[in-house]
Protein backbone atom coordinates (compact mmCIF):
# COMPACT_ATOMS: atom_id res chain seq x y z
CA UNK A 1 0.00 0.00 0.00
CA UNK A 2 1.63 3.58 -1.09
CA UNK A 3 1.84 6.53 1.17
CA UNK A 4 -0.92 9.09 0.31
CA UNK A 5 0.40 12.35 -1.27
CA UNK A 6 2.11 15.38 0.91
CA UNK A 7 0.01 17.82 2.21
CA UNK A 8 2.34 19.96 0.13
CA UNK A 9 0.89 18.89 -2.94
CA UNK A 10 -2.34 19.07 -2.29
CA UNK A 11 -4.60 22.35 -2.87
CA UNK A 12 -6.24 24.86 -0.76
CA UNK A 13 -9.36 24.49 -1.19
CA UNK A 14 -11.24 21.25 -2.41
CA UNK A 15 -11.70 21.70 -6.55
CA UNK A 16 -14.84 20.88 -8.77
CA UNK A 17 -14.98 18.43 -11.38
CA UNK A 18 -15.07 21.72 -13.72
CA UNK A 19 -12.29 23.52 -12.60
CA UNK A 20 -10.51 19.94 -13.53
CA UNK A 21 -10.97 19.30 -16.10
CA UNK A 22 -10.42 23.08 -17.61
CA UNK A 23 -6.94 23.19 -15.47
CA UNK A 24 -6.33 19.16 -17.14
CA UNK A 25 -7.47 20.83 -21.05
CA UNK A 26 -4.59 23.61 -20.33
CA UNK A 27 -2.12 21.38 -18.77
CA UNK A 28 -2.80 18.80 -21.93
CA UNK A 29 -2.43 21.38 -24.65
CA UNK A 30 0.90 22.50 -23.57
CA UNK A 31 1.79 18.48 -23.71
CA UNK A 32 0.73 18.54 -26.85
CA UNK A 33 2.91 21.53 -27.94
CA UNK A 34 5.57 19.67 -26.36
CA UNK A 35 4.77 15.89 -28.22
CA UNK A 36 3.89 17.97 -31.63
CA UNK A 37 7.70 19.68 -30.72
CA UNK A 38 9.78 16.46 -30.27
CA UNK A 39 8.34 13.99 -32.37
CA UNK A 40 7.42 16.21 -35.88
CA UNK A 41 11.63 16.76 -36.77
CA UNK A 42 11.89 12.66 -37.13
CA UNK A 43 9.68 13.23 -40.26
CA UNK A 44 11.56 16.38 -41.56
CA UNK A 45 14.80 15.44 -41.10
CA UNK A 46 15.83 15.47 -45.17
CA UNK A 47 14.26 18.78 -45.62
CA UNK A 48 16.65 20.33 -42.52
CA UNK A 49 19.46 18.20 -43.66
CA UNK A 50 19.19 19.89 -47.46
CA UNK A 51 18.56 23.16 -46.19
CA UNK A 52 21.18 23.54 -43.64
CA UNK A 53 24.08 21.92 -45.60
CA UNK A 54 24.51 18.42 -43.51
CA UNK A 55 24.00 15.26 -43.99
CA UNK A 56 20.38 13.04 -42.52
CA UNK A 57 22.45 11.56 -39.97
CA UNK A 58 24.37 15.11 -39.03
CA UNK A 59 20.75 16.44 -39.27
CA UNK A 60 20.03 13.90 -36.72
CA UNK A 61 21.83 15.05 -34.12
CA UNK A 62 19.68 17.88 -33.58
CA UNK A 63 17.24 15.03 -31.82
CA UNK A 64 19.80 14.19 -29.56
CA UNK A 65 20.61 17.41 -28.68
CA UNK A 66 16.77 18.03 -27.78
CA UNK A 67 16.93 14.66 -25.24
CA UNK A 68 19.88 15.55 -23.99
CA UNK A 69 18.39 19.40 -22.95
CA UNK A 70 15.00 17.19 -21.25
CA UNK A 71 17.92 14.63 -19.31
CA UNK A 72 19.65 18.08 -17.93
CA UNK A 73 16.78 20.56 -17.79
CA UNK A 74 14.74 18.46 -15.78
CA UNK A 75 16.81 18.13 -12.92
CA UNK A 76 18.44 21.17 -12.63
CA UNK A 77 15.64 23.55 -13.16
CA UNK A 78 12.86 21.56 -11.05
CA UNK A 79 15.49 22.08 -7.96
CA UNK A 80 16.08 25.86 -8.98
CA UNK A 81 12.60 26.84 -9.57
CA UNK A 82 11.16 24.66 -6.06
CA UNK A 83 9.71 27.53 -4.40
CA UNK A 84 7.54 29.22 -7.49
CA UNK A 85 4.05 29.04 -7.49
CA UNK A 86 2.94 25.98 -9.51
CA UNK A 87 0.93 27.82 -12.06
CA UNK A 88 3.79 30.88 -12.63
CA UNK A 89 6.28 28.43 -13.29
CA UNK A 90 3.98 26.14 -15.73
CA UNK A 91 3.57 29.35 -17.71
CA UNK A 92 6.95 30.17 -17.32
CA UNK A 93 8.24 26.95 -18.78
CA UNK A 94 6.03 26.80 -21.63
CA UNK A 95 6.77 30.76 -22.65
CA UNK A 96 10.41 29.03 -22.84
CA UNK A 97 9.27 26.41 -24.92
CA UNK A 98 7.30 28.56 -27.14
CA UNK A 99 10.39 31.11 -27.24
CA UNK A 100 13.06 28.15 -28.22
CA UNK A 101 10.64 26.79 -31.05
CA UNK A 102 10.82 30.10 -32.40
CA UNK A 103 14.31 30.75 -32.36
CA UNK A 104 14.47 26.93 -33.84
CA UNK A 105 12.51 27.98 -36.63
CA UNK A 106 15.12 31.51 -37.25
CA UNK A 107 18.24 28.98 -36.92
CA UNK A 108 20.56 29.64 -40.34
CA UNK A 109 22.96 26.84 -39.84
CA UNK A 110 23.75 23.41 -37.95
CA UNK A 111 25.12 24.85 -35.07
CA UNK A 112 22.85 27.44 -34.32
CA UNK A 113 19.88 24.76 -34.67
CA UNK A 114 21.28 22.03 -32.33
CA UNK A 115 21.99 24.46 -30.02
CA UNK A 116 18.13 25.64 -29.78
CA UNK A 117 16.57 22.43 -29.63
CA UNK A 118 18.72 21.88 -26.76
CA UNK A 119 17.44 24.90 -24.85
CA UNK A 120 13.53 24.00 -25.89
CA UNK A 121 14.40 20.80 -24.27
CA UNK A 122 15.38 22.37 -21.24
CA UNK A 123 11.30 22.75 -20.02
CA UNK A 124 10.19 19.70 -21.12
CA UNK A 125 10.71 17.54 -18.12
CA UNK A 126 9.73 19.81 -15.68
CA UNK A 127 6.98 20.81 -17.51
CA UNK A 128 5.30 17.42 -17.00
CA UNK A 129 6.59 17.06 -14.13
CA UNK A 130 4.65 20.06 -12.64
CA UNK A 131 1.57 19.44 -14.40
CA UNK A 132 1.45 16.06 -13.00
CA UNK A 133 1.44 17.29 -9.54
CA UNK A 134 -1.20 20.14 -10.75
CA UNK A 135 -3.49 17.93 -11.76
CA UNK A 136 -2.80 14.82 -9.22
CA UNK A 137 -3.64 17.76 -6.61
CA UNK A 138 -6.87 19.03 -7.65
CA UNK A 139 -8.15 15.09 -8.51
CA UNK A 140 -10.15 13.72 -6.03
CA UNK A 141 -9.19 10.46 -4.17
CA UNK A 142 -9.26 7.52 -6.25
CA UNK A 143 -8.23 9.69 -9.72
CA UNK A 144 -5.19 11.23 -9.27
CA UNK A 145 -3.38 8.41 -11.89
CA UNK A 146 -6.46 9.34 -14.13
CA UNK A 147 -5.35 13.35 -13.78
CA UNK A 148 -2.40 12.14 -14.77
CA UNK A 149 -2.94 10.56 -17.59
CA UNK A 150 -5.17 13.16 -19.17
CA UNK A 151 -2.19 15.36 -19.11
CA UNK A 152 -0.16 13.08 -20.81
CA UNK A 153 -2.65 12.25 -23.03
CA UNK A 154 -1.76 15.55 -24.52
CA UNK A 155 1.66 13.69 -25.19
CA UNK A 156 0.42 11.13 -26.68
CA UNK A 157 -2.80 12.49 -28.93
CA UNK A 158 0.64 14.64 -30.51
CA UNK A 159 1.66 11.96 -32.50
CA UNK A 160 -1.80 11.55 -33.89
CA UNK A 161 -3.05 14.76 -34.47
CA UNK A 162 -0.29 17.49 -34.04
CA UNK A 163 2.90 15.79 -35.63
CA UNK A 164 0.60 15.14 -38.92
CA UNK A 165 -0.49 18.47 -38.86
CA UNK A 166 3.23 20.13 -38.55
CA UNK A 167 4.40 17.54 -40.64
CA UNK A 168 2.49 18.71 -43.67
CA UNK A 169 2.88 22.33 -42.87
CA UNK A 170 6.28 21.63 -43.40
CA UNK A 171 6.56 19.75 -46.10
CA UNK A 172 4.29 22.80 -48.20
CA UNK A 173 5.92 25.67 -46.14
CA UNK A 174 9.34 23.81 -45.20
CA UNK A 175 10.51 22.32 -41.91
CA UNK A 176 10.62 26.28 -40.25
CA UNK A 177 6.52 26.71 -40.51
CA UNK A 178 6.52 23.06 -38.62
CA UNK A 179 8.24 25.03 -35.30
CA UNK A 180 6.27 28.18 -35.70
CA UNK A 181 3.53 26.12 -35.56
CA UNK A 182 4.42 24.60 -32.44
CA UNK A 183 5.60 27.72 -30.78
CA UNK A 184 2.34 29.24 -31.68
CA UNK A 185 0.50 26.54 -29.84
CA UNK A 186 2.60 26.70 -26.60
CA UNK A 187 1.92 30.31 -26.53
CA UNK A 188 -2.10 29.70 -26.60
CA UNK A 189 -1.54 27.15 -23.85
CA UNK A 190 0.36 29.89 -21.24
CA UNK A 191 -3.06 32.06 -22.19
CA UNK A 192 -5.24 28.50 -21.11
CA UNK A 193 -2.82 27.97 -18.44
CA UNK A 194 -2.94 31.41 -17.09
CA UNK A 195 -6.81 31.52 -17.04
CA UNK A 196 -7.72 28.34 -15.90
CA UNK A 197 -5.20 26.53 -13.50
CA UNK A 198 -5.80 27.67 -10.20
CA UNK A 199 -3.23 29.49 -8.83
CA UNK A 200 -1.66 27.07 -6.21
CA UNK A 201 1.41 28.32 -4.35
CA UNK A 202 4.73 26.53 -4.05
CA UNK A 203 4.88 23.77 -1.20
CA UNK A 204 5.62 25.67 2.34
CA UNK A 205 9.52 25.43 3.06
CA UNK A 206 10.29 24.76 -0.61
CA UNK A 207 13.96 24.92 -1.37
CA UNK A 208 16.50 23.50 -3.50
CA UNK A 209 18.42 21.69 -1.06
CA UNK A 210 15.02 19.89 0.13
CA UNK A 211 14.31 19.09 -3.62
CA UNK A 212 18.05 17.21 -3.57
CA UNK A 213 16.91 15.16 -0.60
CA UNK A 214 14.83 13.04 -3.30
CA UNK A 215 17.70 11.76 -4.59
CA UNK A 216 18.07 10.41 -1.19
CA UNK A 217 15.61 8.01 -1.32
CA UNK A 218 16.04 4.57 -2.58
CA UNK A 219 12.27 3.97 -3.55
CA UNK A 220 12.50 7.00 -6.17
CA UNK A 221 15.81 5.23 -7.34
CA UNK A 222 13.92 2.53 -8.31
CA UNK A 223 11.28 3.91 -9.65
CA UNK A 224 13.60 5.46 -12.20
CA UNK A 225 15.14 2.48 -12.54
CA UNK A 226 11.88 0.46 -14.02
CA UNK A 227 11.35 3.47 -16.29
CA UNK A 228 14.78 3.88 -17.76
CA UNK A 229 15.28 -0.25 -18.30
CA UNK A 230 11.98 -1.24 -18.05
CA UNK A 231 10.56 1.01 -20.38
CA UNK A 232 13.20 0.96 -22.89
CA UNK A 233 12.24 -2.03 -24.34
CA UNK A 234 9.36 0.29 -26.78
CA UNK A 235 12.49 2.29 -27.83
CA UNK A 236 14.69 -0.81 -29.22
CA UNK A 237 11.49 -1.54 -31.41
CA UNK A 238 10.09 1.39 -32.11
CA UNK A 239 13.64 3.22 -32.72
CA UNK A 240 14.09 0.97 -36.45
CA UNK A 241 9.88 0.10 -36.86
CA UNK A 242 10.17 1.54 -40.52
CA UNK A 243 12.99 -0.42 -41.84
CA UNK A 244 11.69 -3.82 -39.95
CA UNK A 245 8.28 -2.84 -41.64
CA UNK A 246 9.72 -2.22 -45.13
CA UNK A 247 12.05 -5.11 -45.18
CA UNK A 248 11.24 -7.75 -43.26
CA UNK A 249 7.09 -7.01 -43.41
CA UNK A 250 6.85 -6.35 -46.76
CA UNK A 251 4.95 -3.62 -46.48
CA UNK A 252 4.71 -0.86 -48.90
CA UNK A 253 6.03 2.37 -48.04
CA UNK A 254 3.35 3.87 -48.69
CA UNK A 255 1.04 1.99 -45.61
CA UNK A 256 4.09 2.62 -43.76
CA UNK A 257 2.57 6.29 -42.00
CA UNK A 258 -0.57 4.55 -41.64
CA UNK A 259 0.87 1.73 -39.25
CA UNK A 260 2.70 4.73 -37.74
CA UNK A 261 -0.47 6.08 -37.02
CA UNK A 262 -1.28 2.49 -35.58
CA UNK A 263 1.27 3.18 -32.91
CA UNK A 264 -0.38 6.90 -31.85
CA UNK A 265 -3.68 4.97 -31.41
CA UNK A 266 -1.63 2.56 -29.09
CA UNK A 267 -0.15 5.17 -27.00
CA UNK A 268 -3.88 6.87 -26.50
CA UNK A 269 -5.38 3.05 -25.58
CA UNK A 270 -2.49 2.30 -22.82
CA UNK A 271 -2.75 5.81 -21.28
CA UNK A 272 -6.14 5.82 -20.81
CA UNK A 273 -6.04 2.12 -19.72
CA UNK A 274 -3.15 2.40 -17.97
CA UNK A 275 -4.44 5.15 -15.83
CA UNK A 276 -7.29 3.66 -14.97
CA UNK A 277 -5.67 0.76 -13.75
CA UNK A 278 -3.05 2.54 -11.44
CA UNK A 279 -5.83 4.06 -9.61
CA UNK A 280 -7.33 0.86 -8.97
CA UNK A 281 -3.85 -0.72 -7.71
CA UNK A 282 -0.69 1.16 -8.44
CA UNK A 283 2.43 -1.03 -7.78
CA UNK A 284 0.40 -4.53 -9.39
CA UNK A 285 -0.04 -2.01 -12.55
CA UNK A 286 3.50 -1.34 -12.78
CA UNK A 287 4.14 -4.94 -12.50
CA UNK A 288 1.56 -6.19 -14.85
CA UNK A 289 2.62 -3.39 -17.52
CA UNK A 290 6.28 -4.65 -17.16
CA UNK A 291 5.39 -8.06 -17.83
CA UNK A 292 3.09 -6.99 -20.56
CA UNK A 293 6.63 -5.41 -21.79
CA UNK A 294 7.94 -9.02 -22.39
CA UNK A 295 4.86 -10.71 -24.01
CA UNK A 296 4.65 -7.91 -26.29
CA UNK A 297 8.64 -7.92 -26.97
CA UNK A 298 8.57 -11.40 -27.37
CA UNK A 299 5.72 -11.66 -29.97
CA UNK A 300 6.63 -8.67 -31.97
CA UNK A 301 9.53 -11.55 -33.51
CA UNK A 302 7.38 -13.58 -35.42
CA UNK A 303 4.38 -11.07 -35.90
CA UNK A 304 7.00 -8.56 -37.89
CA UNK A 305 7.31 -11.09 -40.52
CA UNK A 306 3.56 -10.39 -41.91
CA UNK A 307 1.91 -7.06 -42.95
CA UNK A 308 -1.29 -7.44 -41.65
CA UNK A 309 0.72 -9.19 -37.88
CA UNK A 310 3.15 -6.15 -37.95
CA UNK A 311 0.43 -3.68 -38.13
CA UNK A 312 -1.12 -5.05 -35.28
CA UNK A 313 2.33 -5.56 -33.37
CA UNK A 314 3.02 -2.30 -34.02
CA UNK A 315 -0.19 -0.88 -32.15
CA UNK A 316 0.08 -3.17 -29.40
CA UNK A 317 3.73 -1.77 -28.67
CA UNK A 318 2.18 1.72 -28.56
CA UNK A 319 0.05 0.46 -25.31
CA UNK A 320 3.26 -0.01 -23.19
CA UNK A 321 3.24 4.15 -22.58
CA UNK A 322 0.44 2.69 -19.85
CA UNK A 323 3.25 2.08 -17.02
CA UNK A 324 3.90 6.59 -17.57
CA UNK A 325 0.89 7.34 -15.27
CA UNK A 326 1.95 4.93 -12.86
CA UNK A 327 5.22 5.46 -12.54
CA UNK A 328 4.44 9.25 -12.40
CA UNK A 329 2.21 8.72 -9.06
CA UNK A 330 4.69 6.20 -7.57
CA UNK A 331 7.21 9.33 -7.81
CA UNK A 332 4.73 11.62 -6.20
CA UNK A 333 3.95 9.32 -3.05
CA UNK A 334 7.90 8.19 -2.30
CA UNK A 335 9.39 11.47 -2.62
CA UNK A 336 7.96 12.77 0.32
CA UNK A 337 8.46 16.43 0.42
CA UNK A 338 10.73 16.46 -2.77
CA UNK A 339 8.32 16.00 -4.85
CA UNK A 340 8.95 18.70 -8.00
CA UNK A 341 12.11 16.77 -8.23
CA UNK A 342 10.76 13.89 -8.81
CA UNK A 343 8.24 14.08 -10.78
CA UNK A 344 9.91 16.19 -12.98
CA UNK A 345 12.87 12.96 -13.15
CA UNK A 346 9.91 10.56 -14.39
CA UNK A 347 10.60 12.79 -17.79
CA UNK A 348 14.75 12.60 -17.48
CA UNK A 349 14.08 8.57 -17.18
CA UNK A 350 12.03 7.98 -20.14
CA UNK A 351 14.31 10.09 -22.57
CA UNK A 352 17.43 7.38 -21.11
CA UNK A 353 14.83 4.85 -21.79
CA UNK A 354 14.66 5.79 -25.76
CA UNK A 355 18.79 6.48 -25.60
CA UNK A 356 19.32 3.07 -24.32
CA UNK A 357 17.28 1.23 -26.18
CA UNK A 358 17.85 2.66 -29.41
CA UNK A 359 21.31 2.04 -28.70
CA UNK A 360 21.46 -1.25 -27.83
CA UNK A 361 19.01 -2.33 -30.42
CA UNK A 362 20.89 -0.73 -33.06
CA UNK A 363 23.98 -3.05 -31.69
CA UNK A 364 21.98 -5.85 -32.19
CA UNK A 365 21.61 -5.29 -35.82
CA UNK A 366 24.87 -3.98 -36.27
CA UNK A 367 25.99 -7.23 -35.49
CA UNK A 368 23.90 -9.31 -37.55
CA UNK A 369 21.35 -10.27 -36.03
CA UNK A 370 18.80 -9.05 -38.31
CA UNK A 371 15.98 -6.05 -37.67
CA UNK A 372 13.77 -8.30 -35.45
CA UNK A 373 16.41 -8.66 -33.35
CA UNK A 374 15.29 -5.37 -31.31
CA UNK A 375 12.47 -7.39 -30.12
CA UNK A 376 14.61 -9.73 -27.96
CA UNK A 377 16.60 -6.61 -27.20
CA UNK A 378 13.21 -5.15 -26.08
CA UNK A 379 12.58 -8.32 -24.07
CA UNK A 380 15.48 -8.63 -22.13
CA UNK A 381 15.34 -4.93 -20.81
CA UNK A 382 11.54 -5.60 -19.61
CA UNK A 383 12.90 -8.24 -17.78
CA UNK A 384 15.81 -5.75 -16.51
CA UNK A 385 12.66 -3.69 -15.62
CA UNK A 386 11.27 -6.70 -13.78
CA UNK A 387 13.93 -7.36 -11.22
CA UNK A 388 14.05 -3.88 -10.62
CA UNK A 389 10.48 -3.73 -9.49
CA UNK A 390 11.11 -7.09 -7.42
CA UNK A 391 13.83 -5.24 -5.96
CA UNK A 392 11.86 -2.22 -5.08
CA UNK A 393 9.07 -4.20 -3.20
CA UNK A 394 11.05 -6.62 -1.29
CA UNK A 395 13.41 -3.09 0.02
CA UNK A 396 10.17 -1.60 0.93
CA UNK A 397 8.97 -4.60 2.82
CA UNK A 398 11.71 -4.84 4.49
CA UNK A 399 11.57 -1.34 5.64
CA UNK A 400 7.91 -1.86 6.67
CA UNK A 401 8.88 -5.17 8.37
CA UNK A 402 9.17 -4.50 12.46
CA UNK A 403 12.40 -4.39 14.15
Not at 7 to 22: G, H, K, N
Not at 368 to 376: D, F, Q
Request: proline fraction near 6%; hydrophobic fraction near 60%.
Amino acid sequence: MTAPLSSASTPAAPTDDRTLVRAVLALGLGGFSIGTGEFVIMGLLPEVARDIGVSIPQAGHVISAYALGVVVGAPVLAVLCAHWGRRALLMALMAVYALGNFASALAPGYASLAAMRLCTGLPHGTYFGVAALVAAALAPPGRRARAVGWVMLGLTSATLVGVPIAAALGAHFGWRAAFVFVGLIAVAAVALVRQWVPDMPAPQGASPLRELGALARKQVWFTLGIGAIGFGGMFAVFSYIKPTLTEVAGLPSALVPFVLSLFGLGMVAGNVVGSRMADRALMPTVGKVLLWSIAVMVLFVPAARHPVSAAVATFVLGTLVAIGPALQIRLMDVAGDAQTLAAALNHSAFNAANALGAWLGGAAIAAGWGWTSTGWVGAVLGLGGVAIFAWALASERANQRPT
